[in-house]
């Protein structure tokens, strides 16, 4: 049994990101304690506790950009936090990494981004876990998003992905489920995973993003599974 922790990251044109994404981390139960007495850790040394709150959330652009909680801590130390956290998120054979990069500006119904992400994405999982095995999914709450998300897996389900060559979703059980990110470690590290493979796509400059590019060309975060889409401007 897995539990896939998912999120999103939506087109930031003025920081080169110009595609929808819907990423995250496949994850077998057995591991998901350890990973969180991880980020459990880190957080115990530097805040000095274990509490699940906005006070302690590692929020990938709030370490980046030195927001709260994490304001007025200098660069390195930003870094060096981000770093590990993404090194838990590298690990070989404990998290298994997948992602929907939807090119909006080749899209003919641009403002269907988020539901074509999310089709591509439980594809992409169901080919992850495999017809044998099953796996739930829980994402970053987001009310506008949350309740449309839903209903429209729940007819995946029932009759397989909108496409002419559909993808029956049979490993991917219940409904979508939601948290807030502060409530979830794990929401948490696929929040950083997504923000690092963004950034690899992006256009920010200066010296934290010549940093950080540098420590993320030693680590490998490569998707096990993933879709970019489409390739060419859509037809009418």
């Known amino acids: 049994m897995y539990v896939t922790y998912f999120d999103e990251v939506k087109p930031i044109p ?15 139960m057995d591991h998901i304690a350890g990973l969180e007495a991880q980020a459990n850790a880190l957080a115990k040394e530097l ?23 994490f304001k007025g801590w200098p660069p390195e130390r930003r870094l060096e936090v981000m770093m590990k ?15 929907a990069k939807i090119n909006v500006d080749l899209l003919y119904n641009p403002e269907k981004a988020a539901e074509y992400a999310f089709i591509h994405f439980c594809e992409r999982v169901q080919r992850v876990v495999g017809s044998d095995l099953k796996t739930l999914l829980i994402g970053d709450f987001d009310k506008d998003q949350a309740n449309k998300t ?38 948490q590290l696929a ?12 256009a920010r400059t200066g010296e934290m993003a010549e940093k950080f590019t540098e420590e993320l060309k030693k680590r490998d975060i490569s998707p096990k599974s993933y879709k970019d889409w489409p390739t060419k401007k859509q037809d009418q």
């Open 85 to 99: 956290l993404v090194d838990m998120i590298a690990q070989p054979n404990i998290i298994k990494r997948v992602y």
């Open 150 to 187: 839903i209903q429209e897996f729940l007819r995946y389900r029932i009759e397989g992905t909108p496409w002419e060559f559909g993808v029956e979703i049979t490993s991917i059980v219940d409904s979508v489920h939601f948290a807030r990110s502060h409530h979830s470690r794990m929401i």
């Open 14 to 28: 003025d920081q080169g990101l110009k595609s929808y994404w819907l990423g995250g981390i496949v994850v077998k």
């Open 47 to 69: 805040w000095g506790t274990q509490e699940l709150s906005e006070h302690t959330e590692f929020h990938a652009r709030c370490i980046y950009f030195g927001k709260f909680p």
């Open 191 to 202: 929040d950083v995973y997504l923000f690092a493979l963004t950034h690899q796509w992006g």
